[in-house]
């Protein structure tokens, strides 16, 4: 009974982003589980290419390739899988990232940083990341007797705003509110069944970040320093420290949680520093 209800077989997982570095590290885990895996993201070489390894571990899987800036990009790929797999039961948003442009720096003041470097920031985040996923693939899950679990991944910078990354740091918050604004409306509205969570994973090391984390030598900045020392666990996480948790959300084992925001970082959020 305790494995069953982890299980995902006779699941279909959509990742979005799936070829990225936590997002392929989400993929391989949802296919572990049982799940038949969606590999989609803005390259089809690589996700066609993760899709091929999962097959290899006799799990169906397949890559497509779809901008989650488009919604018409979102909604073709989004019709392509319910033909090839019949259903959508799962969804993990895991589109996003940072960029220097939008970030405090020794060569950029926050009185500089230019809006469209925030709005490229904020849209990826939010809107690619959360809304527009919701949106296209939330459609398939109404009609999917058995619901669906959304993911969306928050970060550290929405429950604690880090310095220097302040586009980050809104869109991230904005995802995090979001997340619950629409569990709330899917219950409302009728759909219990489809629930709507978060993960917020603390420092990974990512090519997105690893500017703000280690220098030109790959040793640690001041910044990555600081950032160990707060967290109680000593290390930076891996992308498989993110599987348990999307598991946890995916499966009928959390079948009355949605809403909630997860925190997957060593014990960062849990550290005042003293």
Do not use: C
């Amino acid at each position: 009974m305790l494995n069953s209800v982890f299980s995902l077989h006779g699941k279909t997982a959509v990742v979005l982003g799936g070829a990225g570095v936590l997002g392929a590290s989400i993929s391989k885990g949802l296919a572990g589980a049982g799940a038949k895996t969606a590999v989609v993201d803005i390259s089809k070489d690589k996700a066609e290419n993760l899709a091929a390894k999962i097959q290899e571990t006799n799990i169906k899987a397949k890559g497509y390739q779809a901008d989650a800036m488009n919604k018409d990009s979102l909604t073709n790929v989004r019709d392509e899988i319910a033909r090839d797999f019949g259903k959508i039961d799962i969804l993990v948003s895991a589109v996003g990232g940072n960029m220097p442009e939008a970030t405090v720096s020794e060569q950029m003041d926050f009185f500089d940083i230019p809006t469209e470097s925030l709005e490229k920031v904020v849209g990826l985040n939010l809107f690619g990341g959360a809304v527009l996923p919701a949106q296209i693939f939330g459609k398939a899950m109404v009609e999917n007797q058995d619901g669906g679990s959304i993911i969306n991944i928050s970060s550290m910078t929405a429950i604690r705003p880090l310095t220097r990354v302040v586009g980050y740091s809104a869109a991230k918050a904005a995802v995090s509110n979001f997340t619950q604004w629409l569990a709330v409306h899917f219950a409302k509205q009728g759909f219990p069944k489809i629930r709507v969570n978060a993960i917020a994973p603390g420092f990974f090391l990512t090519e997105q970040n690893r500017y703000l984390l280690t220098n030109s030598e790959g040793a640690l900045t001041p910044r990555g320093e600081a950032i160990l020392q707060h967290t109680p666990m000593g290390r930076f996480g891996k992308p498989e420290d993110l599987i348990g948790a999307v598991l946890w959300l995916a499966s009928d084992a959390s079948e009355f949680v949605t809403g909630i925001v997860v925190p997957v970082d060593g014990g960062f959020s849990a550290f005042a520093g003293v």
